[in-house]
């Protein structure tokens, strides 16, 4: 009940109708998300890339995948291109932020989302959604630690559950892809995602 009606305020504070399709829920297909940024501090963060890939079924559909390089309004740090393998160069051609966040809304719609650690990267994205709509991602979020874990706690209440990336890799037994590329990292959110829909927990 208060999920509706929290979903019918935003629309009525939808600034931009183009986006009213974020409201067209579409539980046929889920969209796993990733995002590079340049610090772990959600006021502080800025876009470096995203990546994004639809999920049908049971299937990862890599073919209808989603990738932009950000350029960001600051200089990078040493830090951020020891982390992202992202230099300079890479990133001075991206997108405008806004515009990169506008071509992931159309690529979304009203599928819900999925990802490791989502919670960080949606509230990254909202602060250029919410400039660009007038509201916060009403999509639904799946967050696939949270799956993991009921799916331990099932099996071992009250035990020690390792919420690590790595571990949910080894122990879900699915590929592990070069990490802290936004693409490679959606990917591996999707994967993970479906080994647990198959154990019950999607």
């Not at 991206?94 to 992931?104: I, P, S």
Request: aromatic share 8%.
């Amino acid at each position: 009940m208060l999920g509706n009606l929290k979903r019918q305020w935003q629309r009525r504070m939808l600034k931009d109708p183009r986006y009213a399709t974020l409201f067209a829920e579409d539980e046929t297909e889920i969209v796993s998300v990733d995002c590079e940024t340049t610090s772990l501090k959600v006021q502080e963060a800025e876009l470096l890339s995203i990546g994004a890939v639809r999920l049908r079924g049971n299937r990862i559909l890599s073919s209808q995948a989603f990738y932009v390089l950000v350029k960001p309004t600051r200089k990078l740090e040493s830090r951020n291109i020891s982390i992202h393998g992202l230099r300079p160069m890479d990133v001075s051609e991206g997108l405008d932020a806004d515009d990169a966040v506008r071509q992931l809304l159309d690529f979304i719609g009203g599928r819900p989302l999925v990802g490791y650690y989502l919670e960080y990267d949606v509230a990254v994205l909202n602060k250029y959604v919410r400039s660009i709509t007038g509201i916060s991602l009403p999509n639904r979020q799946i967050e696939v630690s949270g799956r993991y874990y009921d799916y331990k706690f099932k099996q071992n209440p009250g035990a020690y559950i390792d919420l690590r990336l790595a571990e949910l890799i080894s122990d879900l037994n699915v590929p592990a892809l070069p990490r802290h590329d936004a693409l490679n990292d959606a990917i591996t959110a999707g994967m993970l995602y479906l080994a647990l829909k198959q154990r019950g927990f999607g």
